[in-house]
């Protein structure tokens, strides 16, 4: 959840934090007045624009110059300061409550029998206290070493409130995926104290140790930084790291390379964009010491326009190449075309190349507000995305899974492209999702086991006439999900995962920004089984749909006979470009 100009960041109000943010002021100030677009404004600020004159809300500078939005991509950025921003300024408005009804029989008679995965778990946990009550944004890793240790990361805005910040959350199963447990300290909050969301969790095999990587106020201000811990389901075990100090990182992913053949076996990745330099460009940074220390950030995309820094992956076969998928997202808005860019690294991240840039397709949605398409009408639009997906990577195959507009008024289909070439190539696009309805699919994530399966996974409407947010009464869509057991080449049918059909869930949080519904979710796999969490409505409090948390897996054992997808036919791609270093964007 990051960007400048046109993607804000999902979670937060700035009217409602107060006094939380006296300390935290004083701190990120100093540490933002430098070089980031949330340091304060200069004397010449246009009058007819909001400066900030002293903190109201934690994520929210004082003396923040309202007239720079544009100018610093915070409208474009994800993450929940800058959508604090936004609200602040005027230009967005928070999270409301919608009116709805208990939570219907209808929504819990509609359970069929599923193809896929076993029961679907909520990940939230314990107290709740509305209107603070939003889980989503997923990312979820099993232990290789230990197949029953499992941790879901996930946005959380009940310590909206906290001192400091507090809006990450995660959930620990320790019996392979049956029961989870949200992470709560004896003050009520997660480990992640003064982290601002934007989920990454990953296993670092060598030294046994979980990494939570978020956007970080101890980190420059709203750098890359998190938590680690060596026993995950322990809430006091986790201690802090930073692994970027920046002002205005976005969007971050990452990706540990826990293969013993592969020649950078132990490293961990994490891209980001950096809203602080031109045009946003994507980075990386790694570790090659087991998370002690950091590499300086290497600049990977280098193109002109704003690429989106998708998703970041490895291949698990054991070569050591490492991909990120970005996405220009055509300047925003809606309608608008997007194009799928692959970035390449086999030197264990050092130097990367853009092996691949697609043809443009029409982006998903009905409607936008602000930069951001929005996949449904309500309140002038909700559920914003782009169609962003997720890379996957397997002996040289390289995969992805994103959403485009369908045919008609149809909002959203989820397809697929493979690669034989190690990124360079990818073949005909293969529309995962087979129902003939206008219906909507969107938002996919996708997973391939050390074994060469793939399990892609999405949010389908096809069984719903329409939605309403907030209305518990009114079932909206399920999660589907389509296998393969061939790295690809064919794929079992597409069938359900989730065990109801989900209303569409509000966001009632006036603290976060209404569009927000999770922008991501990040699945993976061990050798058994394969791990997708997703943000569900099925839970009713104070008589509405919210957004949970939720989480299921999928056994890798082949359950159906696959059929045949087309062959593919190669697509002319653009040649790597030199990439150099940039040069500070300037600061008022």
């Given at each position: 959840m990051k960007k400048k100009s046109t993607s804000?960041?999902?979670?937060?109000?700035?009217?409602?934090?107060?006094?939380?943010?006296?300390?935290?002021?004083?701190?990120?100030?100093?540490?933002?007045?430098?070089?980031?677009?949330?340091?304060?404004?200069?004397?010449?600020?246009?009058?007819?624009?909001?400066?900030?004159?002293r903190s109201i809300d934690p994520l929210v500078p004082p003396m923040f110059d309202c007239s720079k939005?544009?100018?610093?991509?915070?409208?474009?950025?994800?993450?929940?300061?800058?959508?604090?921003?936004?609200?602040?300024?005027?230009?967005?408005?928070?999270?409301?409550?919608?009116?709805?009804?208990?939570?219907?029989?209808?929504?819990?008679?509609?359970?069929?029998?599923?193809?896929?995965?076993?029961?679907d778990v909520n990940l939230i946990t314990g107290t709740e206290s509305f209107p603070n009550v939003t889980q989503s944004e997923t990312y979820t890793t099993a232990n290789p070493d230990n197949p029953d240790q499992i941790v879901v990361a996930y946005n959380d805005s009940r310590g909206r409130f906290a001192n400091p910040i507090n809006i990450s959350g995660a959930s620990v199963s320790t019996d392979g995926g049956t029961t989870f447990t949200r992470l709560t300290r004896a003050n009520g909050q997660s480990p992640f104290d003064n982290t601002f969301?934007?989920?990454?969790?990953?296993?670092?095999?060598p030294s046994g140790t979980w990494f939570t990587a978020w956007l970080d106020g101890s980190c420059g201000g709203q750098g890359i930084g998190g938590y680690k811990s060596n026993t995950p389901d322990d809430p006091n075990s986790w201690t802090h790291y930073c692994a970027h100090n920046g002002g205005a990182d976005d969007r971050e992913s990452g990706f540990a390379d826990n293969n013993p053949s592969s020649p950078f076996f132990g490293r961990i990745y994490i891209s980001w964009n950096d809203f602080n330099v031109g045009n946003a460009n994507i980075f990386v940074t790694f570790s090659t010491d087991n998370g002690l220390t950091w590499h300086s950030p290497i600049m990977v995309s280098t193109q002109a326009t704003f690429i989106r820094d998708v998703q970041i992956t490895g291949d698990l076969g054991g070569n050591g190449v490492v991909y990120i998928a970005g996405m220009d997202e055509g300047g925003g808005g809606f309608p608008h075309n997007d194009n799928n860019l692959i970035f390449k690294s086999t030197d264990g991240g050092v130097t990367w190349s853009n092996t691949y840039t697609g043809p443009s397709f029409p982006g998903p949605g009905v409607t936008a507000v602000g930069y951001f398409a929005c996949m449904f009408p309500d309140n002038g639009g909700y559920w914003r995305h782009q169609g962003w997906g997720e890379p996957a990577a397997f002996n040289n195959i390289v995969h992805l899974v994103y959403a485009q507009h369908g045919a008609g008024s149809d909002p959203g289909d989820v397809y697929y492209i493979?690669?034989?070439?190690?990124?360079?190539?990818?073949?005909?696009p293969v529309k995962l999702n087979t129902d003939a309805t206008t219906r909507p699919q969107w938002q996919p994530n996708l997973s391939v086991s050390p074994t060469g399966t793939l399990w892609a996974t999405w949010y389908d409407a096809r069984e719903s006439a329409n939605c309403q947010v907030g209305n518990t009464g009114i079932p909206c869509y399920r999660m589907w999900s389509r296998k393969s057991n061939d790295n690809g080449v064919t794929w079992l049918p597409d069938d359900m995962l989730s065990d109801v059909v989900s209303p569409l869930p509000a966001q009632p949080d006036n603290g976060?920004?209404?569009?927000?519904?999770?922008?991501?979710?990040?699945?993976?796999?061990?050798?058994?089984?394969?791990?997708?969490?997703?943000?569900?409505?099925?839970?009713?409090?104070?008589?509405?749909?919210?957004?949970?948390?939720?989480?299921?897996r999928e056994s890798v054992t082949p359950s159906?006979?696959?059929?045949?997808?087309?062959?593919?036919?190669?697509?002319?791609?653009?040649?790597?470009?030199?990439?150099?270093?940039?040069?500070?964007?300037?600061?008022?």
């Open positions: 804000q960041s999902a979670f937060f109000n700035l009217r409602t934090l107060v006094g939380l943010f006296i300390a935290l002021a004083s701190v990120s100030l100093a540490l933002l007045a430098t070089a980031n677009p949330f340091a304060p404004a200069g004397a010449q600020a246009q009058q007819k624009y909001k400066v900030t004159t939005i544009h100018e610093f991509g915070i409208d474009k950025q994800e993450n929940f300061r800058a959508g604090a921003i936004m609200i602040y300024c005027g230009l967005s408005g928070g999270g409301k409550p919608s009116h709805g009804r208990a939570f219907s029989k209808l929504v819990q008679n509609l359970m069929a029998p599923v193809a896929y995965g076993a029961t969301g934007d989920p990454v969790i990953l296993y670092n095999k493979r690669s034989t070439d190690g990124g360079v190539t990818f073949g005909a976060i920004q209404p569009t927000y519904a999770g922008d991501y979710d990040y699945g993976s796999a061990l050798l058994t089984k394969h791990l997708t969490s997703w943000v569900d409505g099925r839970v009713a409090i104070s008589g509405q749909s919210q957004q949970d948390a939720f989480t299921d159906a006979t696959p059929t045949a997808t087309p062959t593919p036919t190669s697509t002319p791609r653009v040649p790597p470009t030199p990439r150099p270093r940039p040069t500070p964007h300037p600061r008022p």
